[in-house]
């Protein structure tokens, strides 16, 4: 019988702001704190959990909550460092295959959906606190950042999910009878909070969390064993302000429509002819030799997507490898994905010429699958098609 | 009488399958399986039980969406039409989806649809082919009318079966079910003849609605004062059920003990895309659209577009409750309420 319960023992973690597997390729793209989980034993790498404010291509102003690597920052509105900032999305988090590793969530100061009276039928918002949920790492409930399923096999008298939503120690596979982030799991997958996911999720609580294989950290998976150069993580989400207000919260009657505005890849809009300059990858290719570049593609969004890379008007192959961090038996040749809420994908693209592509997400209707349209923006911005630049040197 | 004896393909309404493989163009599409030989006489009934007569009656009822216990907040009665198997005062969530059609392969099963509401309806399958159901009666069905349709599946799988008339509106008020086509019960627990096995099933029945701008005005006011280009679903329901419902619902949660294997069987009958996300363990999707996979890809998060299908092997591997749910902001609740959208449990043992 398979053990179900982990020990809290093991636990060591080393902070590398910038991670060893990441290309030393210059390039302009947005950089998102990398954060390297080696073996771990003692402390936990600390999250805690601040507020940002973001000016959107409609000059709106609108607040997002994200994850910081730290906690031991100073002042009074936030325990993140201020070096280097907060970013949206939250951090990558990379661990290696097999080993383990430890998360623990400080949750001082951490902003929170308003716990006060008002909110229709209760006292106390109810969705007070945050987790994390390891998705996609396929945890055991006590570790899953759930609070109804944690308090259906773990509450009672003297334990409630205020346990977890408090601040909450994560263990990854610390159970040496029970392995579960194995080879099998050498891929994509993210993180998220877990409470309130209507609001939590959309207020911006998510990042990429990456399982390199022990063997070699640049395989795309432990089964075709192919060795890419680069990587490139494009997190897409969507943002509909009116969740992000301070009025959307408990069982707010705002959370039943979502009017999707802002379309984002790594946190960046680019809809519109012209290129956000943080959604810009270059690439310098040694002579004679093409390189494999891995995109990690992470649905954190509310509505349809698809991807694909144009050079021109021409949609260019590549090869899907994983999905939702598992690999495929026989990797397939492509021209587009999907990519719906939740899931992740990594695809794969041999570059061996100099020219500039345009990987691109389309973010369609949910209803009929159709791109949206911007009515707030200039004439020529007006899809919900984000489009990113891929320069090859 | 004479429609009894009739055997004509019914005129179904055809969706087109946008793609497989999870909607990745140009990924290798199988075609459709051939007909399976039809089995032999068995005799025990298959898994789920089946039986040859099923009587429908397209009626008014009520879905009843109940509170969230975190907030004591959220239940609401919700007018739908159905394909109830009760003809009068159908009970609680009995009208949607409609009755569960258990079928065996190769196995008539005759289908009585009486109309009781006040315009024409149909019966109809979506994606149905030669290879998978063959079915046989005209549409629409007459007010007051009684209409038999007698179906000899083809193909093992889950089938959505609908009203598609008014341009869909009266299957988005509540008029689809599914049907279950099951392999010969000697077969024993096997998705299809030579096909993977398992030891517990579920079916899910996914669907969302729109009660202001559907329901309320057609219910009031006639269907053909709905209009289309307003829809936006404010409910998203599970099996009939709002999210907390469902992951109390014996029949709609995934459990068992270690090493078990549940194959789920889902059909989203509304008009959004629903991409559901399974926490404890990925699940192998073996089928999609009645399309075969010839490779069972593991996966924790699969979208199910509308009117299409989907089947999964969900293996337990973990003691605990851990949910099922939607990704999408919105359908996680219902009327705006969290976790009353799209949701069920998983339960190991």
Redesign the interface.
């Given at each position: 019988m398979k053990n179900k319960f982990i020990k809290n023992t093991i636990i060591l973690i080393t902070i590398s702001l910038s991670s060893a597997v990441f290309s030393s390729i210059a390039y302009a793209e947005k950089i998102v704190p990398a954060i390297s989980l080696p073996i771990a034993t003692d402390p936990a790498l600390n999250l805690s959990v601040t507020k940002i404010t973001r000016i959107m291509s409609d000059n709106q102003a609108v607040e997002y909550w994200v994850f910081c690597a730290g906690g031991t920052g100073t002042g009074m509105s936030s325990m993140c460092p201020t070096t280097p900032a907060s970013t949206l999305p939250s951090p990558t988090l990379t661990m290696i295959a097999g080993t383990t590793t430890n998360v623990t969530l400080n949750m001082h100061m951490a902003p929170q959906e308003d716990g006060s009276s008002g909110a229709r039928n209760v006292s106390i918002n109810p969705y007070i606190g945050h987790t994390i949920h390891l998705h996609g790492l396929d945890m055991e409930t006590q570790f899953d950042g759930v609070p109804e399923t944690y308090q259906e096999d773990f509450g009672g008298a003297t334990k409630s999910s205020v346990d977890l939503r408090n601040g909450f120690n994560y263990p990854i596979n610390s159970d040496p009878n029970n392995i579960r982030v194995d080879d099998r799991f050498v891929g994509s997958h993210m993180y998220h909070c877990h409470v309130h996911t209507v609001k939590h999720l959309e207020m911006g609580m998510y990042g990429a969390f990456i399982v390199k294989s022990a063997s070699n950290p640049n395989w795309i998976n432990n089964t075709a064993k192919v060795t890419f150069d680069d990587e490139w993580i494009m997190m897409i989400s969507t943002v509909d302000p009116a969740y992000h207000t301070t009025e959307a919260k408990n069982d707010s009657a705002i959370f039943a429509d979502y009017n999707p505005r802002y379309f984002l890849v790594n946190g960046e809009e680019g809809n519109g002819a012209t290129i956000n300059p943080l959604l810009s990858k270059t690439i310098t290719l040694t002579p004679g030799q093409g390189k494999k570049l891995v995109i990690r593609l992470m649905g954190m969004h509310s509505t349809n997507a698809s991807f694909s890379i144009m050079s021109g008007a021409n949609k260019i192959s590549f090869t899907l490898y994983n999905v939702d961090g598992f690999a495929l038996k026989t990797p397939r040749t492509v021209t587009s994905v999907e990519l719906s809420p939740g899931q992740t994908k990594d695809v794969m693209i041999t570059l061996d010429k100099a020219l500039t592509y345009n990987p691109q997400i389309i973010f369609s209707d949910l209803r009929n699958d159709m791109p949206f349209n911007i009515n707030y923006a200039p004439a020529a911005n007006r899809t919900s098609i984000v489009k990113t630049e891929l320069i090859v040197k | 009488m004479i429609k009894f004896f009739q055997y004509f393909t019914v005129s179904l309404s055809f969706v087109l399958l946008?793609?497989c493989?999870?909607?990745?163009?140009?990924?290798?599409i199988q075609p459709d399986p051939p007909p399976e030989q039809e089995p032999a006489p068995v005799p025990t009934p298959p898994p789920g039980g089946t039986k040859s007569d099923y009587s429908l009656f397209i009626q008014q009822g009520i879905v009843s969406i109940k509170n969230?216990p975190?907030?004591?907040?959220?239940a609401k009665d919700l007018s739908v039409w159905g394909f109830s198997s009760v003809e009068s005062n159908p009970a609680g969530n009995s009208i949607v989806p409609g009755t569960i059609i258990n079928a065996e392969l190769g196995k008539t099963v005759t289908v009585s649809v009486k109309n009781n509401l006040a315009t024409p309806h149909e019966f109809s399958f979506v994606q149905a082919s030669a290879n998978n159901i063959v079915a046989s009666s005209p549409n629409p069905i007459a007010v007051g009318a009684t209409t038999t349709y007698r179906i000899t599946p083809k193909t093992a799988g889950i089938y959505l079966y609908s009203d598609a008339m008014n341009n869909g509106i009266n299957q988005s008020l509540g008029l689809y079910g599914v049907m279950i086509v099951r392999p010969a019960a000697k077969l024993g627990n096997v998705v299809w003849s030579d096909g993977p096995g398992f030891t517990k099933e579920v079916t899910w029945v996914i669907a969302d609605l729109d009660y202001k701008n559907y329901n309320l005005v057609a219910i009031n006011n006639g269907v053909t004062n709905v209009k289309t280009a307003n829809?936006?679903?404010?409910y998203f329901l599970m099996n009939g059920m709002n999210g907390f419902q469902a992951m109390g619902d014996p029949n709609t949660t995934i459990q068992g003990t270690?090493d078990e294997i549940v194959l789920v069987r889902i059909a989203n009958a509304g008009?959004?895309?629903q991409?559901l996300?399974f926490?404890?363990?990925?699940f192998q999707v073996i089928s999609r659209n009645g399309v075969r996979l010839t490779?069972f890809?593991?996966?924790?998060?699969?979208?199910i577009?509308?009117n299409q299908t989907a089947m999964v092997l969900y293996t337990i591997?973990?003691?605990?409750?851990?949910?099922m749910h939607?990704?999408?902001?919105?359908?996680?609740?219902g009327?705006?309420?969290?976790?009353n959208g799209t949701a069920a449990m998983i339960i190991g043992k």
């Open positions: - | 946008s793609a493989g999870g909607g990745d163009t140009t990924s290798p969230s975190d907030t004591n907040f959220g829809y936006k679903a404010n270690i008009q959004y895309s991409s996300h926490h404890g363990n990925h490779e890809e593991y996966q924790d998060t699969i979208n577009k509308p591997d973990q003691v605990g409750h851990y949910p939607v990704h999408t902001a919105q359908m996680e609740t009327g705006g309420v969290y976790l």
